[in-house]
């Protein structure tokens, strides 16, 4: 049983640029997460996915920010027109619909640096 | 609203030392959800435990203990003899019931293990 796995792993981009991450969840979980964490701070809720259906949109996640979750699999999260405060660690989680509460299993992140 | 608060930012302590790391949280809800999380230097969040409102048992896992207390809304943890290896930023948090769940998160914890 593979863990999430996220890639890339880094990721360094100019200004203005568009870029994409990709999550793979552990294989029999249905929910998926993306948070964002910059130095310092806690995760920050971007979005959630149940299946394919993203369900949840924060309003961190400005219209630059784009997720999808097709054939509710893998994820991708795509920056447009990055800018420099979008440097921060990308996080994406997995979670099963089996127990209630049930933990978050994260993935080793996508690190962003915008210059 | 929902808010979890971990006051210490920074804790040092030399090894073998017991350490207790502070998590107050904040909710109207009476269904909700506590975690901490463990974040090494590499980066990559590691679920510790999950703890359901409605169960105020204490948990003892090897060196590591959890007292939740509904009374004063705290989740704290605590690691006995302390080693080199548990030195990380811990994270505590929270989530509501409902098909979200999605994670509210305190600041963090960076602990310090010194030999």
């Known amino acids: 049983d593979t863990g999430v796995s996220q890639d890339p792993r880094h990721k360094i981009t100019k200004r203005g640029q568009n870029v994409t991450f990709r999550c793979d969840p552990i294989s029999e979980h249905n929910r998926l997460y993306w948070y964002r964490q910059t130095l310092g701070q806690g995760p920050e809720f971007l979005t959630y996915?149940?299946?394919?259906?993203?369900?949840?949109k924060s309003r961190l996640l400005s219209d630059r920010f784009s997720a999808e979750r097709p054939k509710g699999s893998f994820s991708t999260l795509e920056i447009q027109r990055t800018e420099q405060g979008d440097s921060a660690m990308y996080l994406c989680?997995?979670?099963?619909?089996?127990?209630?509460?049930?933990?978050?299993?994260f993935g080793p992140g996508t690190r962003l640096t915008v210059l | 609203a929902q808010k979890v608060t971990q006051a210490q930012t920074e804790i040092s302590v030399v090894e073998k030392e017991d350490v207790t790391l502070d998590c107050v949280y904040e909710?109207?809800?009476?269904?909700?959800?506590l975690f901490w999380y463990k974040q090494p230097p590499s980066g990559e969040l590691v679920f510790l435990i999950r703890?359901?409102?409605?169960d105020e048992q204490n948990e003892i896992s090897g060196r590591y203990s959890w007292n939740f207390q509904k009374s004063t809304s705290s989740f704290n943890f605590t690691i006995t003899a302390s080693q080199v290896v548990d030195s990380a930023v811990y994270f505590c948090?929270?989530?509501?019931?409902?098909?979200?769940?999605?994670?509210?998160w305190g600041l963090g914890t960076s602990l310090a293990v010194n030999p």
């Open positions: 909710t109207r809800d009476t269904t909700y959800y």
């Open positions: 948090a929270l989530s509501l019931d409902g098909n979200n769940r999605k994670l509210i």
């Open positions: 996915f149940q299946n394919e259906a993203q369900l949840e």
């Open positions: 989680a997995s979670r099963g619909s089996g127990l209630a509460g049930g933990e978050q299993f």
């Open positions: 703890r359901n409102s409605f």
